[in-house]
């Protein structure tokens, strides 16, 4: 029995890609911040990436045929108030990981999940964008992946790594915590039903255009990824359809019987905004055969619902 080990498994991500390699018949293993209450569970390590002796026990221990390495700071609104905490996580912590994989499991496949946030703003006329643009990334955030997926990129050359990157475009659904733009909707539509605040949705920019895809469609594409993808490659993930922010607002607010009025909240404008960027996945199909499965409506109506019951 093949066995994985998910950095980060107590995440929203992780959660599905626990569940997607279970369902291949993998042994997943994962790790979760010392402190959460997953550390009690027998399948969870508890390790925190900047804790250098703790990643080495990890992986000593486990040592996992494939490592997902999911576990990071992944808020790009949080990015501007914590710059050196993203830093720190995303490409330190990277490189602890990567270092005792060199050390006490080379053989392991790895993943490493970048963002398409890394390529910055991008004209409209270069849509969708492929792997070989110009990366420009203009947050705290992007500039840590893009740092990450360098130093990943000189472990598989320098020591011949078997790692892989992932440039993921949003990725959405139930259980997504607060501070993404469709669970930050999606809760206070829900909050609202509840009567639990006015019917008044704050919100940030609603200009910007995002590649949205369903998180079981990217962990599915992971898993493909590290099973037909190339050491030493980067891949993007993502639908290759982009809608304007202003369009998932309305979906969502038409999804409930509340008379709900928006008001822009400046407070939620980020120094720097990214207009648009839709995904050229040509790359990950050509090598998996990969398409994506759920819809854009059914993943919003999903997220509505996970937050009326939650
Ligand atoms: N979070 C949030 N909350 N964003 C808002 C809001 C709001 O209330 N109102 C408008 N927005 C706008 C943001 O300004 C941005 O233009 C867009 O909605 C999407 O914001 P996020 O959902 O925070 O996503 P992101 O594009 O900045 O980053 C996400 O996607 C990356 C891949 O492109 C994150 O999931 C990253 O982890 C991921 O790497």
Not at 140 to 154: C, L
Request: net charge negative; proline share 5%; hydrophobic share 40%.
């Amino acid at each position: 029995m093949k066995k994985a080990l998910i950095t980060g498994m107590s995440g929203f991500v992780g959660h599905y890609l626990k569940i997607a390699l279970e369902l291949k018949g993998y042994l997943v293993y994962g790790t979760c911040l010392p402190g959460e209450a997953y550390e009690k569970f027998p399948q969870y390590y508890a390790m925190n990436l900047l804790d250098n002796a703790q990643v080495i026990s990890v992986i000593k221990d486990c040592q996992p045929d494939e490592i997902y390495h999911l576990a990071g700071q992944s808020s790009v609104a949080l990015s501007w108030s914590k710059p050196a905490l993203t830093m720190n996580i995303n490409v330190n912590g990277t490189i602890n990981l990567l270092e005792a994989i060199k050390e006490f499991c080379p053989k392991t496949k790895v993943l490493i999940v970048g963002s398409s946030d890394e390529y910055g703003p991008v004209k409209k006329e270069d849509c969708p964008v492929n792997e070989e643009h110009q990366l420009n990334p203009v947050s705290p955030y992007g500039i840590s992946k893009m740092t990450q997926e360098k130093i990943a990129q000189i472990y598989a050359k320098a020591y011949g790594l078997n790692v892989l990157m992932v440039r993921p475009f949003n990725h959405i659904g139930a259980m997504q915590a607060k501070g993404f733009v469709v669970s930050d909707f999606a809760s206070k539509v829900a909050a609202i039903e509840k009567g639990e605040m006015e019917p008044v949705v704050k919100v940030g920019n609603l200009h910007s255009y995002r590649d949205f895809t369903n998180v079981e469609d990217v962990v599915e594409a992971y898993t493909l990824l590290l099973d037909k993808g190339v050491s030493g490659e980067v891949y993007n993930v993502g639908s290759g359809k982009a809608v304007e922010i202003q369009e998932v607002l309305n979906t969502l607010v038409n999804m409930s019987n509340k008379h709900i009025t928006v008001e822009i909240d400046e407070q939620l404008y980020r120094p720097v905004d990214v207009p648009v960027v839709v995904c050229d996945n040509t790359k990950l199909k050509q090598v998996t055969g990969w398409e994506p499965k759920k819809d854009l409506k059914n993943t919003l109506l999903e997220t509505l619902n996970y937050w009326r019951n939650n």
